[in-house]
Structure formats: structure tokens, C-alpha cells
């Protein structure tokens, strides 16, 4: 059985970002995966506080907060979902924490070798990041997130919510909850 962890990364429980992730999730469900979620705003946790144990003296994050039982989570999971709301052009700082913090799962000397990641290889990892300008071309950062989680040799995927400003938006948009659906097979295949 397949196991998909979902990273909830808005601090609004029941918003747009986290309407459409939920849709895959019980779309996940149904497909027979088993799936656990966080909330990374009803957690205690840090960003990376640069200390590099990770690389001197453990093979994982030595900070000791909630965010240890995301990562482990996230490094036992066959498929990702992170998602985030576009704060002020960038993901939220609750999911940057997130990010930040997957600095562990890289080896020591990552630039110098050919496989730079501690996970597991044969990992999927979808991107939702809502927001609310409906235009394509603004904050399209979801390349860039792709490119990080790519180097750790995940295979990625992204969906964008555009024109999503009340919190109730993402429950209309059939179109993106059915793009949601179909990235739930996408992950678990
Ligand atoms: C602090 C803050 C900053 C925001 N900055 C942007 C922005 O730069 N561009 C944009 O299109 N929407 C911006 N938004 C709107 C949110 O991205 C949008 O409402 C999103 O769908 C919220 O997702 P959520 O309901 O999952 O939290 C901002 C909202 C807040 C509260």
C-alpha cells in the first residue's frame, strides 16, 4: 500500500490551498493509498537554524521540534503533497520552514556527488499554491520549488489556483478540483 504525506503550508484551516490538497488526499484515499496530513500553523516548530548536524553529526535534522515528525513523515511517504497560498510573491513562511528544513535530507557533500539525496529514489511530489491575482504570469514560482525537490530526486508536479482570494473560492472551481483528482493518480501510480 502507498502512502501519501500532505503539507499543509496556509495557516487558514479550510482555505483555498488546502481545499483542493484535501480533494487529493480523498481522492488518494479511494485509490487505496494510506495518507496522513500536517497543519504546519498548529505546529511548534523553526526554520533551519543552519547548524549543519545534519551533516556533521547525524543523518537527519538534529533540531528537535514538531517539524521532525513531518520530515520523517515526508522521507517514509512514496508520494509528497506540499501546498501553500502566494504570500507577497513566495510560498508561505510556514512551508519556507518546511523547506528550509529538508536541507537534512541532502548528503554531506551534495554538490560533489552524483546522488545528492538520503531519501529513498522513486518518490512523487505535487506543488498547490493558490492565489489570489488570476493572472498566469504573476508569481509563478512553482518552477523554481520543483527544481529543489528534482535535486533531491523526487519526481514533481504543480497545480496553481489563480483568482483564489476568499478563503471559499477553491470549492467553486470545479476545474481545479478535478486537476487535483487527476494528480492523485499521477502520485500513486
Ligand atoms: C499576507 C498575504 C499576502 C498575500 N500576497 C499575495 C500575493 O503576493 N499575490 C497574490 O496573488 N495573492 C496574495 N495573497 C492572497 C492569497 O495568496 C490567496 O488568497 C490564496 O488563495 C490564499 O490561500 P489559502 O486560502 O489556502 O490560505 C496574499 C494574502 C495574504 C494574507
Do not use: W
Not at 487505496?32 to 543552519?50: N, P, Q
Request: net charge neutral.
Amino acid at each position: 500500500m502507498k502512502k501519501l504525506v500532505c503539507v499543509l503550508g496556509s495557516p487558514r484551516a479550510g482555505g483555498n490551498s488546502e481545499t483542493i490538497a484535501i480533494r487529493l488526499v480523498d481522492k488518494a484515499k479511494q485509490l487505496g493509498a494510506t495518507t496522513e496530513c500536517f497543519r504546519l500553523h498548529d505546529m511548534t516548530l523553526k526554520g533551519c537554524s543552519g547548524c549543519m548536524g545534519c551533516k556533521t553529526q547525524s543523518d537527519s535534522c538534529v533540531v528537535q521540534d514538531d517539524m521532525k515528525s513531518v520530515l520523517d513523515a515526508v522521507a517514509g511517504a512514496d508520494a509528497v503533497v506540499l501546498t501553500s497560498p502566494i504570500y507577497f510573491g513566495q510560498i508561505s513562511g510556514q512551508l519556507k520552514c518546511f523547506v528550509d528544513r529538508t536541507f537534512s535530507y541532502l548528503v554531506p557533500d551534495f554538490f560533489k556527488t552524483s546522488n545528492p539525496s538520503r531519501l529513498q529514489p522513486g518518490k512523487k511530489l505535487a506543488l498547490i499554491l493558490t492565489q489570489g491575482d488570476p493572472n498566469e504570469s504573476a508569481h509563478n514560482i512553482a518552477p523554481e520549488y520543483e527544481e529543489i525537490f528534482k535535486f533531491m530526486g523526487f519526481e514533481t508536479y504543480s497545480l496553481r489556483g489563480l483568482g483564489l482570494g476568499a478563503p471559499t473560492d477553491a470549492a467553486g472551481r470545479a476545474e481545479l478540483l478535478k486537476e487535483a483528482e487527476a494528480l492523485a493518480g499521477k502520485l500513486l501510480s
